[in-house]
């Protein structure tokens, strides 16, 4: 090394040259989210005309009512599910941990009729808050990645439900009237359980823009290093986000349990599908970082429809696995092609300016 | 310590020592940071600058030794100790959210609050905007991180640690990937910050800029503290030789070559946006250098040519045939040689053993029917590292244990193993230790000799006068200049590179 | 003078290293230990036809695994597979139901299941998709794909032929463990003593430096997806043959059993590294303490418990040291994890 050695500095005198204003990436970044929610109320416009075309039934109140109670229970699992997904992990034990809430409340109600049904509620959401913090610490201080470690209590925890019910079935029958008509109760024209999600999607909603926590979510999917370094705690936010997703999965069970009243160990079975299909396709990046859970309510009400408009239409409802997974791969195929055009753009104009 | 103010200093480190498992990374290393003061951390790579950075920044702990605040012992749990304590951080490559606004990158962590704790959104924008408006930049507050460029990176980092009203700012090799001007805009506001009593700690390799920007310097070897200067007190040599440990020396053996037939040859080359009609030629036993700002566009050419980047205009021969687009297997087949910018990202797989790395490119060449011959491939790796005088203990040790200059060793035994026709090196002394570096510039040299093509992209102007037949300016993704080794000076190639060039 | 090591990460790698070559021992102990108290503490573990059955019953496991080691060394996943052995199934259901021969059919059942993973292959190789998402995704479309096909009814009358040959066994070994015997041998061969094996190591452990030695990462990757495929058919004629039934719903949650043999077999889920007989081992020692579970009565959704805690068990294990270092050594990269 010589005493020269100094990289090619430009000397100081060109420092007096106007800094270049400001890219216009925000607006290009910005309209790109919102074509997104703008999409999925697009198809749903087009799937509600194309369906009540060929069968008016479907655009009925009934029928508009049953799509809305179907989409709830997926919405507030979606909502969950967003708050995990934006810190770049996923939460696959949703459906398992509905099972095991649903089961145990009906259990409760069906045993001992004299529990309050509140009382039942706040022990389903603590049941899936504990079952969310098993996640929590796994992926948050153990450093499992959340994908295995979900996996394993999805299995884990369904396995713990097939044990505590051995075999057993609650039926409607054997819950408490109260209880059920929570399932079927109307408020001001539209269904208890829908108010349920609707409550909590916009106090997630409000919480996840406004609050200080809420924000470091999408700081840690962002960038998690920069997040250490901005002394944000990253474990406890991510333990965090688990025990509020499975807190909304103790408090779908008990939704599940009071809508269907039959209750045994394989409730939800598979639902951990519909969930990550509806957070993918409203938008919410795997990535993390990025996405609302406003876009993944949508994309849960949007799937909810797709599968009520099957049933109008006559197509056989198997078909509902195949429509969701083509969902989920167009929806990141979707975000991939946007993501590199936005890139492509950058970049060009990053050029041009400099040039 | 020279010429001590009187106050004591607002952070400091006493005595501190850290290690990594058997690894001695800082030994009884002091600093004192004071206010007001610009203060420069020199050392070569490896000499436990990055270590010494992150204890401060409350990332490592100390294993011995105290980091006192005031003049009283405090200690850092974790960076938001250290930033609670007035500490900024400026990490070489900025650390932000891409998809978060600038503003809300800005105040992570501590947002200001309005009723019901939420966010107070407005008060936030007017505050960032305010201090872009103090450090004289326009960025848009609303604008997400995403896109942004390095410097302009920077500047948030720099907004950020002014909004923390921190009192020591830590910069950690800023300079690094910035272009001249950027650099200069960054010195204006780092000077602001110093001279409201911002107390300044400098990492750089560049020893212009210590020169320029600092007042008192501490240089680090091997982990050991050397000793603390004023800078008005020496010369730049004087630094080198507290850094290296010994005397600076002319470090270019080049021998004279008679230049072949052309090995190389690249026409119209384009990568929208990145670099734009680039045509050179480079000739059997010529070392050509690539020389240009960082940003010029200098390694995207290096790594379009040899297929890792597709190109969309233009195309590459190699011994007058043409080179398939976009395929690093066809270009090695041409018998083209990489060896890139990035060791640890790009030139090493750094759990992979020693011999299982120099293998990798050659793969064919170690095998026996089917099947890959453990012995041959241990015999390729055992040939070059003792070719290249590599320091290893064991050629099955993964090549994350070894230094940096011993790393880029394997990285060139890998590609020589190959007897390549054309080597194209980026960045090929680039954080490594002094001897080594000789080695390395005496290689290319007898390899020119030997009848290869050498393409040599570097930053360091000694280098590329010392050892290039021909030198190559880019600026701004244009190659501007071609300059002949006699006419090749410092000023003929800052010109070319700064734009002013005649060319 | 390995000061370099001071950064942070190669310093604390090289212990996890030794470990996990630590690890395949781990396992084998694993593997005798719970053998040898299966055959002394459960009834009727320790007898000829039960020993076929348990090695019968680990086939489509072991298959799908030999491929899944390659795609996790690889930095990547298939969470597909066992939808690709569902949609193999009914493919063949259908055919055999529209009369085809089932000389014909089964070649075709395999080209469903490369053709599956050509897809997702091309997802992640072309469009540079993780293949976590990719694969949850046609996770759901192949079995959703299946259900189309063949609906809920259940194909049982094949070639006694055939479904003979599935559960023929010479003594305790039965057939289709030969055919798990040599694929896995070629498999190894393939990881631990080729090129090909080296490229993918390489590409596992630093995707971009190995696309700067010349190795041809998304070729590669498109086919080792294309492999997970068709083994994946495969292990779906084993299954239809061995239960005599092609259903839509043959396999569902098999990629569990799969994912967690190859981990705990100590395959890294951050790829580059791992060996094929730890995996080969950790699918034997799921299969007894299924088995040992099955002879003790425990129900079938009981068993996936206990998959799914060995699963976590497996990458747990080797964290828990990192928690305690990770005290002293809050890297910034400890926020990363795998979505």
């Not at chain 3, 559960?167 to 055919?179: D, E, I, N």
Request: charged share 20%; hydrophobic share 50%; with cysteine.
């Amino acid at each position: 090394m010589s005493g020269r050695e100094t990289g090619l500095a430009a000397p100081a005198a060109e420092s007096a040259a106007a800094p270049a204003p400001p890219p216009r990436g925000d607006r290009l970044v910005s309209r790109v989210a919102r074509v997104r929610e703008l999409g999925i109320v697009v198809a749903l416009v087009l799937l509600f005309a194309v369906t009540g075309a060929v069968n008016p039934g479907f655009l009925s109140p009934d029928s508009l009512r049953d799509i809305l109670l179907n989409s709830s229970i997926v919405a507030v699992l979606a909502i969950g599910q967003t708050l995990v997904v934006i810190t770049r992990n996923v939460d696959l034990s949703v459906s398992s941990v509905v099972g095991l809430s649903a089961f145990g409340g009906a259990l409760v109600l069906a045993d001992h009729p004299g529990v309050p049904a509140p009382l039942v509620i706040a022990g389903c959401v603590l049941l899936g808050a504990l079952c969310g913090a098993v996640n929590g610490l796994l992926v948050g201080v153990a450093a499992v990645p959340a994908l295995v470690a979900t996996l394993g209590t999805l299995y884990a925890f369904r396995g713990v439900d097939y044990a505590w019910a051995g075999g057993r079935q609650v039926n409607a029958a054997d819950m408490p009237e109260g209880f059920l008509a929570l399932g079927s109760a109307s408020v001001l024209g539209l269904p208890l359980l829908a108010l349920v999600a609707l409550a909590v999607l916009l106090a997630v909603g409000w919480a996840l823009r406004n609050l200080p926590p809420g924000r470091e979510l999408y700081a840690i999917g962002s960038n998690p290093e920069a997040a250490v370094l901005a002394g944000i705690r990253v474990r406890r936010r991510v333990v965090a986000a688990f025990v509020a997703s499975g807190a909304l999965a103790g408090l779908a069970g008990a939704m599940w349990a009071a809508r269907f009243g039959t209750v045994d160990a394989t409730v939800a079975t598979g639902k951990e599908l519909d969930v990550i299909a509806a957070v993918v396709v409203g938008g919410v990046a795997i990535f993390g970082g990025s996405g609302t859970v406003y876009g993944a309510v949508l994309g849960a009400v949007l799937l909810a429809s797709i599968s009520s408009a099957l049933a109008v239409l006559r197509v056989d409802a198997l078909a509902q696995t195949a429509i969701n997974g083509a969902l989920i791969i167009t929806a990141i195929v979707l975000d991939r092609v946007l993501a590199l055009r936005v890139a492509a753009a950058l970049r060009r104009r990053r050029y041009r300016d400099a040039a | 310590m020279p010429d001590r103010p009187p106050v004591p200093p607002v952070l400091a480190l006493h005595r501190v020592s850290k290690s990594f498992g058997a690894v001695r990374a800082l030994h009884e290393v002091s600093l004192e940071l004071f206010a007001g003061e610009a203060h420069a951390l020199a050392g070569e790579n490896g000499a436990g600058k990055s270590t010494l950075v992150k204890i401060l920044s409350g990332l490592h702990r100390p294993d011995a030794g105290r980091i006192l605040l005031d003049g009283e012992p405090a200690e850092f749990h974790g960076p938001a100790d250290a930033q609670r304590a007035g500490v900024a951080v400026i990490y070489q490559e900025p650390t932000l959210f891409p998809d978060l606004s600038v503003t809300e990158n800005i105040f992570m962590g501590r947002q200001p609050r309005a009723r019901f704790g939420r966010i107070d959104r407005p008060a936030a924008r007017r505050r960032a905007a305010a201090l872009f408006a103090g450090l004289g930049v326009q960025l848009d507050p609303d604008q997400p991180a995403r896109g942004l460029s390095i410097a302009d990176q920077q500047l948030v980092e720099i907004a950020k640690a002014l909004s923390r009203d921190a009192r020591v700012l830590i910069m950690d090799e800023p300079t690094a990937a910035l272009s001249g001007n950027e650099v200069a805009r960054l010195f204006g506001v780092v000077e602001a910050l110093r001279a409201r009593g911002c107390a300044v700690l400098f990492v750089s390799h560049r020893l212009e800029e210590i020169f320029e920007l600092c007042r008192r310097v501490t240089t680090l070897r091997d982990g050991a503290f050397v000793s603390g200067d004023l800078i008005a007190d020496m010369t730049p040599d004087d630094l080198v030789r507290r850094m290296v440990g010994r005397e600076p020396e002319a470090l270019f053996p080049k021998l004279d070559t008679v230049p072949g037939q052309v090995a190389l040859a690249v026409r119209r080359l384009t990568r929208e946006g990145v670099f734009t009609d680039v045509s050179f030629e480079v000739r059997a036993g010529e070392v050509v250098a690539l020389a240009g700002l960082v940003g010029a566009g200098r390694s995207e050419v290096a790594r379009a040519v040899f297929g890792v980047d597709r190109p969309d205009a233009g195309r590459v021969e190699v011994g007058g045939r043409r080179l398939r687009p976009a395929s690093p297997s066809a270009a090695m087949a041409a018998g083209l040689a990489l060896v890139p910018e990035d060791r640890r990202q790009q030139g090493l797989i750094m759990d992979l053993s020693i011999e299982r790395n120099i293998a990798l490119a050659g793969l064919p060449a170690v095998r026996r029917g089917p099947l890959i011959s453990r012995a041959a491939e241990r015999a390729r790796a055992h040939d070059w590292a003792v070719r290249l005088r590599l320091k290893f203990a064991r050629l099955a040790d993964p090549v994350g244990v070894l230094s940096g200059g011993n790393q880029q060793k394997v990285v060139l035994a890998k590609w020589l193993a190959r007897k390549p026709s054309v080597l194209i090196v980026d960045e090929p002394t680039r954080g490594i230790d002094v001897g080594t570096k000789a080695e390395v510039h005496r290689l290319l040299s007898e390899l020119a000799a030997g009848g290869v093509a050498v393409l040599m992209i570097s930053s360091e102007l000694p280098e590329v006068l010392g050892m290039a037949d021909r030198v190559l300016v880019m600026h701004e993704g244009r190659l501007v200049a071609d300059i002949p080794r006699a006419e090749a000076t410092e000023e003929s190639v800052m010109a070319a590179a700064t734009g002013r060039g005649a060319a | 003078m390995p000061r370099e090591a001071a950064g942070g990460a190669a310093a604390p790698r090289d212990p996890a290293g030794r470990l996990i070559r630590r690890w395949e021992g781990l396992i084998l102990v694993l593997l005798v230990t719970v053998t040898l108290w299966a055959s002394a503490g459960v009834d009727g573990f320790a007898n000829a036809s039960n020993v076929s059955f348990l090695l019968l019953d680990t086939t489509e496991i072991a298959l799908m695994a030999l491929t899944m080691t390659l795609v996790v060394v690889a930095a990547e996943i298939d969470l597909s597979v066992a939808s690709t052995l569902g949609l193999s199934c009914a493919v063949l259901g259908w055919l055999w139901n529209a009369g085809l021969a089932i000389e014909l059919i089964m070649p075709i059942c395999l080209l469903t299941g490369a053709l599956c993973g050509a897809v997702n292959g091309v997802l992640v190789t072309r469009l540079g998709l993780p293949s976590l998402a990719v694969t949850i995704g046609t996770f759901a479309l192949y079995r959703g794909l299946a259900y189309v096909i063949l609906g809920d009814q259940a194909v049982a009358d094949l070639p006694p032929a055939y479904t003979g040959l599935a559960t023929q066994t010479f003594g305790p070994v039965p057939l289709a463990t030969v055919l798990v015997a040599v694929l896995a041998a070629l498999a190894a061969t393939v990881l631990h003593a080729t090129g090909l094996g080296r490229s993918i190591f390489a590409l596992g452990a630093n995707e971009e430096a190995a696309h700067f030695a010349g190795v041809r990462v998304k070729r590669i990757k498109f086919w080792l997806f294309v492999a997970s495929g068709a083994c994946a058919a495969l292990a779906s004629l084993v299954y239809t043959f061995r239960y005599a039934s092609a259903r839509a719903d043959n396999g569902v949650g098999l990629e569990l059993a799969v994912v967690a043999a190859v981990l705990l077999g100590g395959v890294s889920i951050f790829g580059g590294r791992g060996t094929l007989p730890g995996v080969l081992m950790a699918v034997l020692l799921l299969g007894v303490v299924r088995n040992a579970l099955i002879l003790a009565d425990v129900a079938n959704e009981v068993l996936n418990f206990v998959t799914g805690l060995l699963l976590v068990a497996s990458v747990l294990a080797p964290n828990l040291g990192a928690i305690r270092r990770r005290r002293h050594l809050p890297t910034p990269s400890e926020g990363k994890s795998v979505p």
